[in-house]
């Protein structure tokens, strides 16, 4: 299980808690809102959210990229277009340091796995093209969707990656 992963499981939890209650109004002016209805608005907003992409183009090969549903995600796709040459670390990744710092919410995931886009730090984005189990915390940024030629399209040297909306 990916630290997106986990993070969107730990999200439904939280909103498990809150749909046992019924919304109450302040002042009374109102109506609560039903639960069911409650729960309806979030199934849209969840959905909504799991369509949230983005692009990484990288030569002539582009994937897409689910986003998280972070601040550090949202900050990030406000700059794009952005290209970045990223260098080879490691043996399972690509990274570069970002222009600017970006709003963190990391943890430790335990194990990074192929295709997870992350911030390490505040300023550096982090592509895993290779799973691998891991002590440092990260804030997820999103996740390649079909990762199965990530390591070979990323190859072994520094590459120039391209992060776009469309």
């Given at each position: 299980m990916t630290l997106?992963?986990?993070?969107?499981?730990?999200?439904?939890r939280r909103l498990g808690l809150v749909l046992g209650f019924p919304v109450l109004s302040i002042g009374g002016a109102s109506q609560p809102q039903a639960p069911v209805a409650v729960a309806q608005d979030a199934a849209v907003a969840s959905a909504n959210q799991e369509k949230a992409r983005?692009?990484?183009?990288?030569?002539?090969?582009?994937?897409?990229?689910?986003?998280?549903?972070?601040?550090?995600?949202?900050?990030?796709?406000?700059?794009?277009?952005?290209?970045?040459?990223?260098?080879?670390?490691?043996?399972?990744?690509?990274?570069?340091?970002?222009p600017k710092t970006l709003p963190t919410d990391?943890?430790?995931?335990?194990?990074?796995?192929?295709?997870?886009?992350?911030?390490?730090?505040s300023s550096t984005v982090v592509v895993f093209y290779e799973s691998f189990r891991s002590p440092y915390s990260y804030t997820c940024l999103g996740r390649v969707d079909d990762p199965v030629e990530l390591a070979q399209v990323l190859g072994r040297r520094s590459v120039r990656v391209v992060f776009s909306k469309d």
């Open positions: 997106c992963s986990r993070r969107s499981i730990q999200h439904l983005m692009w990484m183009t990288v030569g002539e090969r582009r994937f897409a990229i689910t986003l998280a549903n972070t601040d550090a995600a949202r900050a990030f796709t406000a700059w794009f277009p952005l290209t970045l040459d990223m260098a080879e670390i490691n043996g399972n990744e690509k990274y570069a340091d970002l990391a943890s430790r995931p335990g194990t990074i796995h192929n295709g997870d886009l992350m911030l390490y730090g």
